[in-house]
């Protein structure tokens, strides 16, 4: 196995536990094949719970999130989706809605948020590159 071979497998390892032990898929089975990466930084994975498929996003420094495969068509697709996602969940925060009480102290929230458009922006602009996508 190479170093992107086992950094793959290990991002992809820590976010299905995660978004298994958050209880996101209803089906216990689980599979996941990563579709695009950015070795070191981002991996975009199909994934199958049940009968449902995924697309699931996942990195350092990046939100490990899920939706459905009928939201986007292809891996760029859903790296847009993502970052509209994640935009606009930063505007609900802002805006307080959504917000959990705890994440409602200015500084949890004004950090999340952060983080959120932070993340949107990114992911945007590497979804925009050309590059990166042939």
């Excluded at 996101?24 to 089975?29: G, N």
């Excluded at 695009?36 to 939100?63: F, H, K, M, N, T």
């Excluded at 999130?65 to 760029?76: F, N, Q």
């Amino acid at each position: 196995m190479t170093e992107i071979d086992d950094w793959t497998k290990q991002t992809l390892d820590a976010a299905l536990s995660e978004v298994i032990q958050q209880g996101l898929f209803p089906h216990p089975l689980l599979q996941a094949r990563p579709v695009w990466q950015l070795p070191g930084a981002l991996l975009l994975a199909e994934c199958r719970a049940g009968s449902e498929d995924y697309w699931l996003v996942a990195g350092p420094g990046s939100p490990t999130d899920l939706i459905t495969k009928e939201a986007a068509s292809s891996a760029r697709e859903a790296a847009k989706h993502f970052s509209l996602k994640w935009q606009l969940a930063a505007e609900q925060l802002s805006a307080g809605i959504d917000a959990s009480p705890e994440s409602q102290q200015d500084n949890v929230l004004a950090k999340r948020v952060s983080e959120l458009v932070r993340n949107a922006e990114s992911l945007h602009e590497l979804a925009e590159a050309d590059h990166f996508w042939r």
